[in-house]
Structure formats: structure tokens, C-alpha cells
């Protein structure tokens, strides 16, 4: 393997509304390890964080995600992303 | 083509009046905009308050109005969308769209609250008058409104 | 509900400002202006009068926001119609249509938008450049897009 | 025969736009005969009282009528009609 996939890499994670809320942080900066490739890799490893994670991801597919400021799907990959936001179904307008 | 995220109140005809100002080629203008209900859910509501995420808000909003401009042959077009505290009564959300005809124009202008309501990342969080916070819930049926843009254009 | 044809011009903020004051039940306004465009089939127009049948305009334009505001469940509406001299870019008509939630308030403006293409005495006459004047033909396509309304409501 | 039948009516014409132009008249009160039932009728017998009404009406199914300030069809009747209106197709909005 080489040294970038072993190694961890620091992320920013940002959550709006009530993820925000229920996981009590408006964002932190996480090291993540070479395993967590996808958005689902990284909301499976960020409910074993604690209770309150777990809490605010709890309803499956109900939390959105955006990588850079663009919206994404659960299975789009995280490589290269220097911010990642979390929040509920959007109710502007 | 312009996008505004702004606690401040916005002023339609002032709005309409800097769009159109020496574009006589414009002969239709709509204009949306949406407003805080006092009640929801059968409760009175005593405020509300719109959180967003700054930057992404904005990139999303253009985005939206550069594609809704494209497709609908729109003169100039403009969103204006409120932040923070807010009253039942208060303007939220202001949207204009300018073409040669009322076709376009009408369509532009619902195609665009239609993609802001599901894409433009905002979140509503009601008060209502016993001082209980409820966030509020995307409505299924903006999922469906948006829907009717993805066959072919008419 | 109300009505109004007149020579002077419309002030669409003060306009909405009165429909919806104190109506907090509204969520959604939407609002339509057509404009005098600076051109009409290739030749530059110099201006435009609009000449109306008095008491039928009014009284078609009453029946066609009736039947709109009972169709559409409107909280409100506004029509104001100018006549007389105009030039390009001068505003012509404004529709304002009040409700809960958008799709009523933009399939009422666009509905009464439509019957009133149609149906109110209004005839207009361009003056071009070099001061010749021509009657404006009535567009097919108004007649097509009032026909779409005469299927079941959505 | 009845004496209503029989006798000529009054009734107030009004003339828009290009058919205001061509009658040459804004407006006009005219006594019509008997035989004259429908908005069709109407415009037959008043396209022969002179070239510029004659040119008004010419192109068959252009000139829109209304009674009473309600827009009719050519075969509306025209009893109890006080004003009658001719113009082209609308062009408001």
C-alpha cells in the first residue's frame, strides 16, 4: 500500500439546522481514516463518535450532504474534499 | 443576473425598476414572492427563523437562476432571499424574471422558486406562540413540483 | 378583488403592499407586468395608445378575476390596465394574485393573464419611427394558451 | 302579424379600434327593420348602407360583436338589445 492510503487525512465538517443541533457542533475539523472513501463510509464512522452523532444520523437517507458547496449523494467519493456539510432536506423559499 | 442572501426587507418595485431600466426589449415581468404565514400546522406561529450556509447558499442560487436564464431566453433576472429572524407577514423570498414575452417569463419564474425550494440550502425553524421551536419539514410536494422540469421543455 | 383602468401608472410595491396587509393566511404573491417593447415586428415603435371599450373592460375584467379567484382559491387579486398614449418600456398591465401557497397564486396570475388577452376590450395602436400607425393583430398564440385552462384544473 | 314584429327599433352602435376607422363613426344610433334578428343580420344590412361599412365588415369572421357589453356570437339574437359593439379582436395586455 502506499503511504496516502494509510495515512489519515483532516477534514472540515460542517452541519446546519437540527444535524447541527443533535450533534451539538456547528463544525469541527476530524481526521479520518483510510477506509472512510465515500459520504456513507463517513456517516457510518461518525455515529460511533457518540450518542449524539448517532442521534443525528439515525433516520436513514434523511441527512443530506454536500461536498465543497455542492450537493452529493451518499456514495459519492470524499478524496480531495476540504469541506463536507451535513444537514436536513432544505425548506428555503 | 443577480443573487442576494440579506436580512434586510427588499423593495419589488424598486427590484423591477433597476432590471428593467433601458431594456426595451423586455415586455414581461413576473414576480414571485413568499411570504411568512401566521399559522402552520393548525398553530399559530409567533416567528420564524432561516438559517443558511453561507457560500454554498449563494453558488447554488446562481447556479439555479444561470440555468433558468438559459432556458427560458430570460432578459435579466433577479433572486432575493432573506436570512434570520422573521415575522409572520415578512417577505422571505423575493424572485423576478424579465423576456420579450409572458411565456418565458412566467415559466422562468416558476421553474426557479421550484429549484430554489429544493436545492438552495436554507432551513426554516418556526417558533410558535407558547415559545416551543419546531423545525420545519420539506414538503413532498416541492419534490413533485420540481419533477414536471425534467421532461423535455414545451 | 379589485379592478382598475386608468392613464396613469401602477406602483406594483404599493399595489401588493394593500392586498396583503394584515392577511397573514398569504404565503404567496404573484405578480405580472407587461411592458410597451421598443420593437415590434423588426421596425422601432415611437409609441403606442391603447384605446378600450368603457364599462365592458371593466366589467370583463371583473368577471375574469372572479372567476380566477374561485378557481384558484386566492386569498386576493389585483388588476390595473392602463390606456391612453404609452411609450416603450411604459408599463401596460399589472396582475397581482394572492395565496397560501404558490402554485395557486402563479396558475391564477397566469389564468387571468390569459382570459384577459382575450377577452378585455383593449386594442392597441402603435405609431412607428416614422410616425406611421398600425393596429396590433391579435396573436394566435394567446388564443392557444387561453384553450389550455378549458381542461379540468390540475 | 304583431305591431312589434313589424315595426323598426332603435338601437345604439358602437364602433373600436380599425372598425371605428373604417365606419368612419365612433358611435350611432340606427332603426333597424323587422327582419333583422342576429348580430349577423345586423352587419349584412349594414354593410349595405355604404363603401366604408362594406369595408369595416369585409373579411368574414374578423369583427367581434357584443351586446350589451357581453361579448356574443354572429347568431346571437339581438331583441331587447340596447348597445351593440363591433371591434377587431382584443389586443390588451
Given at each position: 500500500m502506499s503511504a496516502s492510503a494509510t495515512s489519515t487525512r483532516r477534514v472540515s465538517i460542517r452541519y446546519f439546522a437540527w444535524v447541527r443541533e443533535k450533534t451539538g457542533r456547528a463544525e469541527e475539523t476530524v481526521e479520518i481514516g483510510p477506509?472512510?472513501?465515500?459520504i456513507g463510509d463517513l456517516v457510518a464512522w461518525l455515529r460511533t463518535r457518540g450518542p449524539e452523532y448517532d442521534a443525528a444520523f439515525?433516520?436513514?437517507?434523511t441527512v443530506r450532504a454536500a461536498i465543497d458547496m455542492t450537493h452529493v449523494k451518499?456514495?459519492?467519493?470524499?478524496?480531495?474534499?476540504?469541506e463536507i456539510a451535513f444537514f436536513p432536506p432544505v425548506t428555503g423559499g | 443576473m443577480s443573487v442576494s442572501v440579506q436580512e434586510k426587507d427588499f423593495d419589488v418595485s424598486a427590484e423591477i425598476e433597476t432590471l428593467t431600466?433601458?431594456?426595451?426589449?423586455?415586455g414581461a415581468v413576473a414576480t414571485f414572492i413568499g411570504k411568512v404565514r401566521g399559522e402552520a400546522h393548525g398553530a399559530r406561529l409567533q416567528s420564524m427563523t432561516l438559517e443558511h450556509y453561507p457560500g454554498m447558499t449563494e453558488a447554488e442560487l446562481a447556479s439555479i437562476e444561470q440555468e433558468t436564464v438559459a432556458r427560458f431566453r430570460l432578459s435579466a433576472s433577479r433572486v432575493v432571499h432573506r436570512i434570520g429572524p422573521l415575522n409572520p407577514g415578512d417577505n422571505i423570498v423575493l424572485v423576478v424574471t424579465c423576456a420579450a414575452h409572458r411565456g418565458d417569463a412566467f415559466a422562468g419564474c416558476e421553474f426557479l422558486m421550484d429549484y430554489l425550494k429544493t436545492r438552495a440550502p436554507f432551513w426554516k425553524k418556526e417558533t410558535g406562540v407558547s415559545g416551543e421551536g419546531r423545525w420545519v419539514d420539506a414538503r413532498d410536494c416541492d419534490e413533485t413540483a420540481v419533477t414536471r422540469w425534467q421532461k423535455p421543455a414545451g
Amino acid at each position: 500500500m502506499s503511504a496516502s492510503a494509510t495515512s489519515t487525512r483532516r477534514v472540515s465538517i460542517r452541519y446546519f439546522a437540527w444535524v447541527r443541533e443533535k450533534t451539538g457542533r456547528a463544525e469541527e475539523t476530524v481526521e479520518i481514516g483510510p477506509g472512510i472513501l465515500t459520504i456513507g463510509d463517513l456517516v457510518a464512522w461518525l455515529r460511533t463518535r457518540g450518542p449524539e452523532y448517532d442521534a443525528a444520523f439515525s433516520s436513514p437517507g434523511t441527512v443530506r450532504a454536500a461536498i465543497d458547496m455542492t450537493h452529493v449523494k451518499p456514495d459519492a467519493k470524499i478524496s480531495g474534499a476540504r469541506e463536507i456539510a451535513f444537514f436536513p432536506p432544505v425548506t428555503g423559499g | 443576473m443577480s443573487v442576494s442572501v440579506q436580512e434586510k426587507d427588499f423593495d419589488v418595485s424598486a427590484e423591477i425598476e433597476t432590471l428593467t431600466r433601458g431594456d426595451t426589449g423586455i415586455g414581461a415581468v413576473a414576480t414571485f414572492i413568499g411570504k411568512v404565514r401566521g399559522e402552520a400546522h393548525g398553530a399559530r406561529l409567533q416567528s420564524m427563523t432561516l438559517e443558511h450556509y453561507p457560500g454554498m447558499t449563494e453558488a447554488e442560487l446562481a447556479s439555479i437562476e444561470q440555468e433558468t436564464v438559459a432556458r427560458f431566453r430570460l432578459s435579466a433576472s433577479r433572486v432575493v432571499h432573506r436570512i434570520g429572524p422573521l415575522n409572520p407577514g415578512d417577505n422571505i423570498v423575493l424572485v423576478v424574471t424579465c423576456a420579450a414575452h409572458r411565456g418565458d417569463a412566467f415559466a422562468g419564474c416558476e421553474f426557479l422558486m421550484d429549484y430554489l425550494k429544493t436545492r438552495a440550502p436554507f432551513w426554516k425553524k418556526e417558533t410558535g406562540v407558547s415559545g416551543e421551536g419546531r423545525w420545519v419539514d420539506a414538503r413532498d410536494c416541492d419534490e413533485t413540483a420540481v419533477t414536471r422540469w425534467q421532461k423535455p421543455a414545451g
